[in-house]
């Protein structure tokens, strides 16, 4: 009845079923374990009627014309610009750390003397990763490193990751650079936003076409196993292509061992006043179990006397209750997703796409691109 | 793989797979055409943060303890007792017609003979069909029906079923009774609400056993068949048992011809004001198109600076682009149910349930209750 079954109804699974039943006309099956669509990018309206991220706060930001672009046909935009706070020595103060916040931090004359050498060395308006500056043989530059990776750095990556930054992939700690410049933003995007009427909207339109059938509650392997590199569904030899946004080493039954993840517990909390904090997310790194609070009504502009919270701790993830967040971006674990990769490889009907799938720390718009890509090579290839 | 296919994912079709997952543990797959559950409960939050219903006004009510305690483990409620006002003579007047309207109607001498004989002749707190009225003997009374019949009911009543109040099954006019009384509510039954966090979370509540599938987007026929009296699922014989919650002449393919609905248009609007009008609902039986405009802030009892309204427009229903809202009471018609439903009965495996499939114009609580009971008579089937 398929020609293509996707698994997982996340943002990389609804491209690629948009694509499939708007390009080629074709009939997809998405199957999707959870209750909705939309995969952690899910939004919906709590008991108060505040719109609200349930797995984290999700701020859309590109510089891929083409995939805001192809967004853009689902959703208007709420041209939101991110901002976030660090709350460090008592005081909130622009993250990432640039000009304003070594001002904020450090006396006046300490402060200046440092900004001239950033800008000397690194130039004005560059973007320079914390482990990198650490190697710095200038002593103010050095001692400038060593008091942001202990300000900034370090205590959040412990709690976030539960290691110390030299411990995983540089990609990592390179998210969160130091910024010689006056920009407070926290993305410096071309394109900024979430989408107007929220993310279910946005997912609901690009699922609209009813040549896409969408099974809720489902986990894939009620439908789907993999034996000798052949795909069965219902098990009978499935012809089609299966496109796989899921984790890849469920897929195989976990046959070369677990892949490991990073979690998070969400703790959630109405207020009865109408703002919280300044701005939409206050990271907290040396203080408290969680590593930020968001305040959604700054992210999203809805008007509201009340305001709703959320507290993120990060924890261990235990395939049997937790949800995998973050593939974490060591050698090791890479080294083992690529076992896992080349099992794949063999099934000539099999897709990766996605975070979980790829195992790689996507962003919003990267997944999105992928999808795109893969397309047009599922295309090109039948 | 399935003992259980539903077709349809409102009110029959959800309570059908709770009951069958809840007390059986068997799996259930359930069919839905739209890319939503609920049926015609179905609300969201609009562009602006306000909780509509998307499919018309749906106000719970009912006096069966049965249903309220079953639907209440799924949803607290919003405690909202139902009003109505009818623009009448230029004025907005309690509907059903009270004694309160009497007195805001007729000149205070008149109203007051009149109200004395209703008591005398019906007892006080009692309620009268419109059509009983109008064959009282009593000059006085007569004169009091005709002028009910003519300003609350004939318009209201034309423009609602496109035909005059005679042309219907009295159950239709009965809805809608005189109500010798000073009770201003729309309704009397004991309990009456709406889900306190909106229909759609009451039904994700309803469906969260992931033993029950759900299929969005799919039209029953593109996997159930019948023929010869045997149901087919993906052109293999179906051994388990179909709840069939649509149209039962859709089933059929229209064998024995058309079974007539009534269908609606909706026109949906916000404006930049606290409140629309005074209550939930006002309808409008001899002035414009629309026969009613509900208020969805009334029933949910939500606080926001603007206000969401919605206004009704009947129309005849066109199966090719229409919503069949309502079963059309009339007893040709069900004498054409009739014959569909002796067909139905040739299929051992087959089970008819809601407003659709019985072609009965059930209000939520009485679906409800259909459905708890079949269930138990489908048990006991097997």
Not at 296 to 310: A, P, R, Y
Request: charge should be positive; glycine fraction near 6%; charged fraction near 25%.
């Amino acid at each position: 009845m398929f020609n293509y079954i996707i698994v997982g109804a996340g943002l990389a699974g609804c491209v690629m079923a948009e694509r499939i039943v708007t390009v080629l006309d074709e009939k997809v099956l998405l199957i999707e374990k959870r209750n909705h669509v939309g995969g952690n990018c899910y939004d919906y309206y709590d008991k108060n009627g505040i719109l609200v991220h349930k797995y984290g706060p999700h701020i859309f930001h590109t510089n891929l014309e083409n995939v805001w672009t192809y967004l853009s046909q689902f959703t208007d935009w709420y041209n939101y610009q991110h901002h976030v706070l660090g709350f460090i020595d008592g005081e909130k103060v622009p993250i990432p750390f640039n000009l304003n916040t070594l001002h904020e931090l450090l006396p006046e004359n300490l402060a200046g003397s440092l900004e001239d050498k950033l800008i000397k060395k690194f130039g004005f308006n560059t973007k320079i990763p914390i482990l990198k500056l650490k190697k710095s043989e200038d002593e103010d530059l050095k001692f400038l490193a060593d008091f942001i990776y202990e300000k900034v750095f370090l205590n959040y990556t412990k709690k976030q990751w539960g290691v110390k930054p030299e411990e995983l992939d540089p990609s990592v700690t390179e998210r969160v650079p130091i910024y010689i410049s006056k920009d407070n933003r926290y993305f410096q995007d071309k394109y900024q936003g979430l989408p107007l009427h929220g993310y279910h909207q946005m997912f609901q339109k690009m699922l609209e076409n009813p040549n896409i059938k969408i099974m809720l509650n489902t986990n894939f392997k009620e439908l789907i196993k993999v034996e000798n590199n052949e795909i069965y569904f219902e098990n009978k030899k499935f012809q089609g292509k299966l496109i796989f946004t899921g984790q890849i080493d469920e897929l195989f039954n976990y046959e070369y061992g677990e892949l490991p993840y990073r979690s998070l517990k969400f703790k959630s909390e109405t207020l009865n006043k109408e703002y919280f904090q300044e701005t939409g997310t206050v990271n907290y790194p040396n203080n408290y179990n969680y590593t930020r609070i968001t305040e959604f009504k700054h992210l999203t502009g809805q008007k509201h006397e009340k305001t709703s919270i959320i507290r993120e701790y990060p924890k261990p993830y235990n395939k049997n209750k937790d949800i995998p967040y973050y593939p974490i971006p060591k050698k090791e674990y890479n080294q083992l997703y690529k076992k896992y990769l080349e099992k794949a490889s063999k099934i000539n009907n099999l897709s990766l796409v996605g975070r979980l799938a790829e195992y790689k720390y996507y962003n919003m718009d990267i997944v999105t691109n992928e999808a795109l890509s893969k397309f047009k090579r599922v295309t090109n290839e039948r």
